[in-house]
């Protein structure tokens, strides 16, 4: 159970090209999803929580108007890069809680979509 | 959020028991203490969590210091599938379900 898939897994696109990543929980409502990007040898770093029908929550130095959430339904959540760049290339990965469940539910993780910005 | 301070890299013999040290002196009360392990080009995967008493799930165990200012993460047999890196993150329960990753511990496990 608590399976989050996510698509595309990869992608390449020319420099100003819009991008949508998709993520999406299987066999439960993600009642909050996250996205985060990964540069390589780093450690994850947490863009923004989304929580179902309202507008995401951005941390600090991560534009809202450059990375578009979209939390329309507690199954699905989207990631837009608008006019993406080659500093944008990055593995961006989702994650989702069943807050129905009470609090402190682990997050559920896609397997990540690696961005490449040519 | 409260910090953890974990080794940069470990190494293992397949089969063996493994022990994951992490350090996190400044938790608080409400604070959950999760671990994490992500395998080379996938998402980070859900291994345990715990907030005073130690945990045992199908895939590993949490020990946590009675102070809870430290706790270690085990794998009872390490196989090369549990090759991956490690995080150790403290979760406030009082304050939302963000998770703040640090840099891990690399685990190797040799053949």
């Known amino acids: ?118 | 959020d409260a910090k953890t301070t974990q080794p940069n890299s470990m190494e293992s013999n397949e089969e063996e028991p493994v022990h994951l040290p992490c350090n996190h002196s400044t938790i608080s009360g409400t604070d959950y203490i999760h671990w994490y392990r992500q395998l080379p080009s996938q998402g980070p995967e859900y291994v345990i969590h715990g907030l005073t008493s130690n945990v045992n799930n199908r895939m590993a165990s949490l020990a946590i210091a009675e102070d809870r200012k430290s706790s270690t993460l085990i794998l009872h047999r390490a196989t090369l599938r549990d090759a991956a890196v490690y995080y150790c993150i403290l979760r406030d329960g009082a304050r939302g379900n963000k998770l703040v990753f640090g840099a891990g511990t690399i685990l190797r496990v040799k053949s």
Request: charged share 15%.
């Open chain 1, 1 to 118: 159970g608590a399976v989050v898939s996510q698509h595309p897994s990869w992608v390449i696109c020319k420099s100003g090209t819009s991008v949508k990543i998709e993520c999406r929980s299987l066999d439960f409502q993600a009642t909050t999803m996250f996205w985060y990007r990964q540069f390589p040898k780093q450690s994850l770093m947490l863009m923004a929580t989304s929580n179902e029908g309202s507008k995401a929550t951005y941390e600090q130095g991560v534009e809202k108007d450059k990375f578009l959430i979209n939390h329309a339904s507690l199954t699905l959540s989207t990631l837009t890069v608008t006019s993406a760049h080659p500093e944008d290339s990055s593995f961006y990965i989702c994650s989702a809680i069943n807050g129905r469940k009470g609090s402190n539910q682990p997050q559920h993780f896609g397997d990540g979509t690696r961005l490449s910005i040519l």
